[in-house]
């Protein structure tokens, strides 16, 4: 087996090139790296482009988001300096301003000095301070969006993300767990039910993958073959996959499930029947290195190759042991899940100290769950869209579902979780 995997340039390659980033034999350089003309401990504002959708931190007290330079701002010997900057920077916005136009969290502070909405594409004017590796933004003093068709493309998705946050807002926790499941943002996600899944396991259900796009290019599929035409089949397919990623924001994970998808449609329109899975893989991480390296030391992607090669890798062997203790779908996703877990711990291990091995069975039983609430909650969407009278009913029927799936959740989170060093 590993003799024929070896064989596989693409394989063989990335394998040489996890082996050079992971194990410091070669320091690879920061591409973009941020740059002052002006010393970096003096810098009191920056002025650029946010580049990515600001995430709330684990601890809640910011949202971090990458900033592209554009100038910088400090303060020497009394006099106000500006000068050029460029590189990319990691900002951490306070809570308090990143929420102030956010359902439920308006803040009266942040409204006495302006507020703003803080999304990818628009120009900002930040005040504050650089602490380590990131700047610490204490005020806004300008927001404008970049002129032409790019521009409002950029403001018609940050108004789009907005509303449909407050549409999720109104279904209270259930909506909270939609709006993290389909754009990405967990600030209305109960922390309660975000440990149930970190702790059982489950932390990449919530994290946008390869399973939500395969569920919008599923959907795509079905309205598309309604028109009898594979070509314009692949269009509304294409069309769907570059919706969702641009509305819900690139992340790792996200990245490595969009450019495995596109290439998986170009296979089948060049009338590639079964293939190889495992060279998709690869390609998309040696693609993936090249287009965004800064995402190699990032724990999603990781994660996510992780345990992508180890369902390629082992399940189909685990599957044949498995069918004799249970049935044909029961061990395929036991077999896949089992697979995933067993290249993903280590990772787990050397990056959070923790790792919990009932995450095998927990996936098999809450996976499914997620994969109907996702598409009823898309069904409750479109229906209270067209008929607003429905809306709260929506409400209920949303409800159920959640509870039961943090009643079953709250169940495997209770399972032990191994500790690094115990």
Same mark, same amino acid.
């Given at each position: 087996?590993?003799?024929?995997?070896?064989?596989?340039?693409?394989?063989?390659a990335?394998?040489?090139?996890?082996f050079?980033?992971?194990?410091n034999v070669?320091?690879l350089?920061?591409?973009?790296?941020?740059?002052?003309?002006?010393p970096e401990?003096?810098?009191?504002?920056?002025?650029?482009?946010?580049?990515s959708?600001?995430?709330?931190?684990?601890?809640?007290?910011?949202?971090?988001?990458?900033?592209?330079l554009?100038?910088?701002?400090?303060?020497?010997?009394?006099?106000?300096?500006?000068?050029?900057?460029?590189?990319?920077l990691s900002?951490?916005?306070p809570?308090?301003?990143?929420?102030?136009?956010?359902?439920?969290?308006?803040?009266?502070?942040?409204?006495?000095?302006?507020?703003?909405?803080?999304?990818s594409?628009?120009?900002?004017?930040?005040?504050?301070s650089?602490k380590?590796s990131a700047?610490?933004?204490k005020?806004?003093?300008?927001?404008?969006?970049?002129?032409?068709?790019?521009?409002?493309?950029?403001?018609?998705?940050?108004?789009?993300?907005l509303?449909?946050k407050?549409?999720?807002?109104?279904w209270?926790?259930a909506?909270?767990l939609?709006?993290a499941?389909?754009?990405g943002?967990?600030?209305y996600?109960?922390?309660?039910?975000y440990?149930?899944?970190r702790?059982?396991g489950?932390?990449h259900?919530?994290a946008?993958?390869g399973?939500?796009?395969?569920?919008?290019? /599923?959907?795509?599929?079905?309205? @598309?073959?309604?028109?009898g035409?594979?070509? &314009? %089949?692949? +269009? *509304?397919?294409?069309?769907?996959l570059?919706?969702f990623?641009?509305?819900?924001?690139?992340?790792?994970?996200l990245l490595?499930a969009?450019?495995?998808?596109?290439?998986?449609l170009?296979?089948?329109?060049?009338?590639?029947?079964?293939?190889?899975?495992?060279?998709i893989?690869?390609?998309?991480?040696?693609?993936?290195?090249?287009?965004?390296?800064?995402?190699?030391?990032n724990?999603g992607?990781?994660l /996510?190759?992780?345990?992508?090669? @180890?369902?390629?890798?082992?399940?189909?062997? &685990? %599957?044949k +042991? *498995?069918?004799k203790?249970?049935?044909p779908?029961?061990?395929?996703?036991?077999?896949?899940?089992?697979?995933?877990?067993?290249?993903?711990?280590p990772?787990?291990?050397?990056l959070?100290?923790?790792?919990?091995?009932i995450?095998?069975?927990?996936?098999?039983f809450?996976s499914?769950?997620?994969?109907?609430?996702?598409?009823?909650?898309?069904?409750?969407?479109?229906?209270?869209?067209?008929?607003?009278g429905?809306?709260?009913?929506s409400a209920?029927?949303?409800?159920?579902?959640?509870?039961?799936?943090?009643? *079953?959740?709250?169940?495997?989170?209770?399972?032990?979780v191994?500790?690094?060093?115990?």
């Open positions: 087996m590993a003799i024929k995997l070896l064989e596989k340039p693409f394989f063989t990335s394998l040489i090139c996890v050079i980033f992971y194990s070669v320091r350089p920061q591409r973009n790296r941020a740059h002052f003309l002006i401990e003096a810098v009191t504002g920056i002025k650029g482009e946010i580049i959708s600001p995430a709330k931190t684990q601890n809640g007290k910011y949202y971090a988001c990458n900033f592209y554009n100038a910088a701002e400090a303060k020497i010997n009394g006099t106000k300096v500006q000068s050029r900057a460029d590189g990319l900002v951490l916005i809570t308090a301003i990143a929420e102030v136009y956010f359902p439920g969290k308006l803040y009266s502070a942040a409204n006495k000095k302006g507020a703003f909405l803080y999304e594409g628009a120009l900002y004017h930040f005040s504050g650089i380590g700047f610490i933004l005020s806004c003093s300008e927001c404008t969006w970049k002129k032409g068709l790019f521009g409002k493309i950029d403001f018609f998705r940050a108004l789009c993300r509303q449909f407050r549409l999720m807002y109104a209270g926790s909506g909270g939609l709006l499941l389909l754009c943002s967990r600030e996600l109960d922390p309660t039910v440990s149930f899944f702790t059982s489950l932390s259900i919530i946008l993958s399973m939500h796009l395969s569920m919008f290019s /599923s959907i795509a599929l079905f309205f @598309g073959s309604r028109f035409r594979k070509k &314009l %089949t692949f +269009i *509304i397919r294409i069309i769907a570059i919706l990623v641009w509305f819900a924001g690139f992340s790792p994970s490595r969009f450019i495995c998808s596109m290439l998986l170009f296979a089948a329109v060049a009338g590639v029947k079964n293939p190889d899975m495992l060279l893989l690869c390609f998309s991480f040696l693609l993936q290195c090249i287009i965004s390296p800064s995402d190699l030391q724990a992607f990781m /996510s190759y992780g345990a992508l090669s @180890g369902i390629l890798i082992t399940s189909r062997y &685990l %599957t +042991i *498995i069918m203790v249970f049935p779908y029961f061990s395929t996703s036991i077999s896949a899940s089992c697979g995933a877990q067993i290249f993903t711990a990772i787990s291990l050397g959070f100290g923790t790792f919990s091995p995450g095998v069975i927990a996936t098999v809450v499914p769950l997620i994969t109907i609430y996702i598409y009823s909650g898309l069904i409750l969407i479109i229906l209270s869209l067209i008929i607003p429905i809306y709260s009913y209920i029927f949303l409800s159920i579902e959640y509870n039961f799936i943090k009643g *079953i959740v709250a169940v495997f989170s209770r399972f032990p191994l500790s690094f060093g115990e």
